[in-house]
């Protein structure tokens, strides 16, 4: 199904809640489960957006619409995910945000719902969330997990900031570090030995089924 994300784009910039919660309901009663729908249909359709943009060819208004498009279709599809698979609880908690000024979230949500699928009890604290508010949150939760997602290359020196406050939390939580850019550049100046590094969803999903043998290597 190469083109359905390309039709899945087209719906997200129109807006077209309904007619692109079809497309998902489509492909997911075709059999595909939930790391083909987040790879292959959502993630490369916002992409595809995000093409467009450079190219100058659909507008920030635009791209934001896509953006509360796809928040729907995503929360939509992951209520009924979990209705209907009902995954024993595994008594784990995983806490998810952006770094400050960080903006880009669906990655992070999309890998969210995946912890979410395996019976972890999640957090999802969104875009642009200050160091000081992440560490309160997370020692008064006390996650075994925190995953932190980053963009821009140039708030790499905050991302050593949030790594080595958050590991250091009595609890000593497991600090993931996904986006974009993890498969792009090295971040070993930036990084502990316990924090794990993550490209893709398909990583994470991995990383999920051998949880917690290996939890304190990164992800090649």
Known sequence: MPEKYIE???????????EAW?????????????????????????????????????????????????EFILARYQWEKLREQEVPPKNQKAMFLCLQHEQHHLGLKMACNLFEESGWET?????????????????E???????LSFSII????QLREYI???????NSPIVIVGGRLISQ???????????????????????INHYPQGVETSVS
């Open 22 to 70: 079809k497309l998902l309901s489509e492909i997911k009663n075709s059999g595909q489960d939930s790391l083909y729908i987040y790879e292959e249909l959502v993630a490369k359709a916002m992409a595809h957006i995000g093409y467009l943009w450079e190219k100058n060819e659909v507008t920030v208004a635009d791209e934001h619409l896509a953006t509360s498009t796809c």
């Open 164 to 170: 080595e406050e958050l590991e250091s939390l009595p």
């Open 8 to 18: 899945l784009s087209s719906l997200l910039l129109s807006g077209s809640q309904e």
């Open 154 to 157: 140039y708030h790499a020196e």
């Open 185 to 207: 550049y090295s971040f070993a100046s930036h990084t502990s030995e316990r924090t794990v590094l993550i490209s893709s969803l398909a990583e994470t999903q991995n990383w």
């Open 123 to 139: 957090r999802f604290m969104g875009p642009n969330l200050p160091l000081e508010y992440a560490t309160t949150a997370a020692k």
């Open 141 to 147: 939760w006390k996650p075994e997990v925190i995953s």
